[in-house]
């Protein structure tokens, strides 16, 4: 059995809450209330060791797992990515930034083969609820471009541009080539940038808290995207 400490998120009212869980960078999950989130917890993270155990990594799905809140935060203007966690201060080891870069492959690649097989049609239309998948594909992009510039100029890239004007296969292609300078700005981290710290106005900057950020913006529009079109764990 192993135990997974839990930060959440939510308003006073402990509505909709939002789960961290800072043993596996990116994992998350959230909940219309913080009860249901916590119960929900187990099942969030064997999904996201499951992926993890699909392309080879050394993990058990199917272990008894408990959890523990560790830290709930009911205070935060915006529930969700604004959290720091006292573990984000802690260099990132070259070992484990190269981890986390599979991670985000992985997740990647995963995302991009639930788009396998749909149409054109289905790949743009307006649900009743909800946005087009075209724009939740349109958003991962350009936050990815985000957490990624925030640690300087990424080789071979000006941003994102109008993805909204392309087509689709033009979409794809940007994405790809995007990521592809992406992780090569990510795997030539220096040591240096691997420990700083630097505090902004509202929030610290470190590596390992970008990466976090980044993984777990990753997971959270992959289960988005894998219940929109039905193929849930």
């Known amino acids: 059995m192993t135990v997974y400490g839990l930060v959440l998120e939510s308003g006073p009212q402990r509505k909709r809450t939002f789960v961290t ?9 959230n909940g219309p209330t913080t009860e249901e989130a916590v119960v929900a917890a187990p099942d969030a993270i064997r999904e996201f060791l499951r992926l993890l155990a699909e392309r080879g990594e050394r993990v058990d799905p199917e272990q008894k797992i408990e959890v523990k809140v560790e830290r709930h935060v009911t ?14 201060l802690e260099p990132l080891s070259r070992a484990e930034l190269e981890q986390q870069l599979r991670w985000a492959t992985w997740m990647g690649e995963s995302m991009l083969g639930l788009l396998d097989g749909m149409s ?17 594909v349109e958003h991962v992009l350009g936050a990815e471009y985000g957490y990624v510039r925030r640690f300087g100029k990424i080789e071979g890239v000006k941003g994102p541009g109008n993805v909204e004007e392309m087509s689709r296969p033009e979409l794809m292609h940007w994405m790809a080539y ?7 700005r990510l795997h030539a981290f220096r040591d240096e940038e691997l420990r700083e710290v ?18 777990a913006h990753q997971w959270e529009h992959f289960v988005e995207l894998r219940e929109r079109l039905g193929t849930g764990g």
């Open 21 to 29: 869980v800072p043993a596996l960078a990116g994992c998350v999950s």
């Open 75 to 88: 205070d935060n203007r915006w529930v969700g990515f604004g959290i720091e966690l006292e573990q984000d």
């Open 120 to 136: 054109d049609e289905e790949f743009e239309r307006k649900p009743a609820k909800g946005r087009p998948i075209r724009r939740i």
């Open 178 to 184: 995007m990521r592809e300078r992406e992780m090569e």
């Open 198 to 215: 630097s505090h902004g106005s509202s929030t610290v900057r470190t590596a390992r808290g970008y990466m976090r950020k980044l993984l």
